[in-house]
């Protein structure tokens, strides 16, 4: 059974950081290219970023570009995504998925396996 378990939201005040995590098993982890979307209340869910299964490549939502990575590590089966200088409109539900192509992904259609999300706020 895949199971992805993200950790790491909180609430934070506007141009602070925070770093989540998503931890992965029931997969072989260093195959799956791994996104990270958020959904925000009322709005659709949103593409935020990637990264291919190797780590050689990712790709950024044009909002989060400059103050999010995403980085990963194979084998500790978890991806991450390091936001900083957060603002008030980054304040959403953040969840982790796998992808099977192994890319970097921006169709939340492409991926297969999803976690049950983060609460992040960031108050003004």
Not at 65 to 70: A, D, I, L, N, S
Not at 79 to 100: F, H, R, S
Request: proline share 2%; net charge positive.
């Amino acid at each position: 059974q895949v199971r992805l378990v993200e950790s790491g939201g909180g609430l934070v005040q506007a141009g602070g950081s925070l770093r989540l995590s998503c931890a992965a098993s029931g997969l072989t982890f260093s195959l799956y290219g791994m996104g990270w979307f958020r959904q925000a209340p009322g709005k659709e869910r949103e593409f935020v970023g990637a990264i291919k299964w190797s780590g050689g490549s990712t790709a950024y939502a044009d909002s989060v570009k400059g103050r999010f990575t995403v980085t990963r590590d194979n084998a500790k089966n978890t991806v991450y995504l390091q936001m900083n200088n957060l603002k008030p409109e980054d304040t959403a539900v953040y969840y982790c998925a796998a992808a099977w192509r192994g890319g970097t992904e921006q169709n939340a259609n492409d991926y297969r396996h999803w976690g049950q999300g983060t609460q992040v706020t960031a108050s003004s």
